[in-house]
């Protein structure tokens, strides 16, 4: 998929992206303000966020910037009543940070490291879900996006915090799909495939990162998916 806007398919919309100081979070941060969302950016890192909002804001387009640790839970709802003071609803939720851990057998994972991946991977997502819910089915074309992998899938030997973290995703997006059938509201998940990001170099760092997908070259999908014209609903939808 490229990643040329076209024209405004976002006009208007408020949409909240977590890890959207880097990688396929900042990506699609760019692609949607250039479409004409209104882009709350959340991620831990300040400087890479207003790097960011300077980038935006050079387009002639608005953000909020949200500096935050998503295992910070309480963090979480705060920024559900921030959001509904400032905009009363929430258009688009792109659920997108996330954290490798380490490669390893299982039963020499660390406790801490364990704790983490799913923390950042599972938990926080469902305390997006549990915070912006309402907000999402006061809009009228709620569309909520989560960042899945293949690792789910796969039982791939050495990975298995991630991809245990990654298949409970999965399972707790789909239902909720589930739940919200008879909704408005539509929930998706993106399995963006082999792309070149930080987290794959972490991963394969003898990897000619060169020869990857881009970001950028994703972000069209994530559109798709999160205009009111979107009638994809409780999917793992794969980047091509």
């Given at each position: 998929?490229?990643?040329?806007?076209?024209?405004?398919?976002?006009?208007?919309?408020?949409?909240?992206?977590?890890?959207?100081?880097?990688?396929?979070?900042?990506?699609?941060?760019?692609?949607?303000?250039?479409?004409?969302?209104?882009?709350?950016?959340?991620?831990?890192?300040?400087?890479?966020?207003?790097?960011?909002?300077?980038?935006?804001?050079?387009?002639?387009?608005?953000?909020?910037?949200?500096?935050?640790?998503?295992?910070?839970?309480?963090?979480?709802?705060?920024?559900?009543?921030?959001?509904?003071?400032?905009?009363g609803r929430l258009d688009i939720l792109v659920?997108?940070?996330?954290?490798?851990?380490?490669?390893?057998?299982?039963?020499?994972?660390?406790?801490?490291?364990?704790?983490?991946?799913?923390?950042?991977?599972?938990?926080?997502?469902?305390?997006?879900?549990?915070?912006?819910?309402?907000?999402?089915?006061?809009?009228?074309?709620?569309?909520?996006?989560?960042?899945?992998?293949?690792?789910?899938?796969?039982?791939?030997?050495y990975w298995a915090p991630y991809s245990v973290?990654?298949?409970?995703?999965?399972?707790?997006?789909?239902?909720?799909?589930?739940?919200?059938?008879?909704?408005?509201?539509?929930?998706?998940?993106?399995?963006?495939?082999?792309?070149?990001?930080?987290?794959?170099?972490?991963?394969?760092?003898?990897?000619?990162?060169?020869?990857?997908?881009?970001?950028?070259?994703?972000?069209?999908?994530?559109?798709?998916?999160?205009?009111?014209?979107?009638?994809?609903?409780?999917?793992?939808?794969?980047?091509?």
């Amino acid at each position: 998929m490229g990643g040329t806007a076209s024209a405004n398919r976002l006009q208007g919309r408020v949409a909240l992206i977590t890890g959207a100081s880097r990688g396929i979070g900042r990506a699609v941060a760019l692609r949607f303000a250039t479409e004409g969302a209104h882009v709350i950016l959340a991620a831990r890192t300040l400087g890479a966020l207003e790097d960011l909002d300077d980038e935006i804001r050079a387009m002639g387009r608005a953000t909020t910037l949200v500096p935050t640790d998503l295992t910070d839970h309480a963090k979480i709802d705060q920024m559900g009543a921030a959001v509904f003071e400032r905009f009363g609803r929430l258009d688009i939720l792109v659920g997108n940070a996330a954290v490798l851990g380490i490669l390893g057998p299982v039963g020499h994972v660390d406790p801490e490291t364990w704790a983490q991946v799913i923390d950042v991977n599972l938990t926080a997502n469902w305390r997006l879900i549990r915070s912006f819910d309402p907000l999402l089915k006061t809009s009228e074309s709620g569309r909520a996006i989560f960042v899945t992998s293949g690792a789910a899938r796969g039982a791939t030997p050495y990975w298995a915090p991630y991809s245990v973290s990654k298949a409970a995703l999965e399972t707790m997006v789909l239902t909720y799909a589930a739940e919200v059938a008879k909704t408005p509201l539509k929930v998706n998940l993106i399995d963006p495939g082999i792309v070149g990001t930080a987290m794959r170099a972490q991963a394969f760092p003898g990897e000619d990162a060169a020869k990857l997908k881009t970001p950028e070259q994703i972000t069209d999908l994530f559109v798709e998916l999160a205009e009111p014209a979107c009638r994809h609903h409780g999917e793992i939808i794969g980047s091509v």
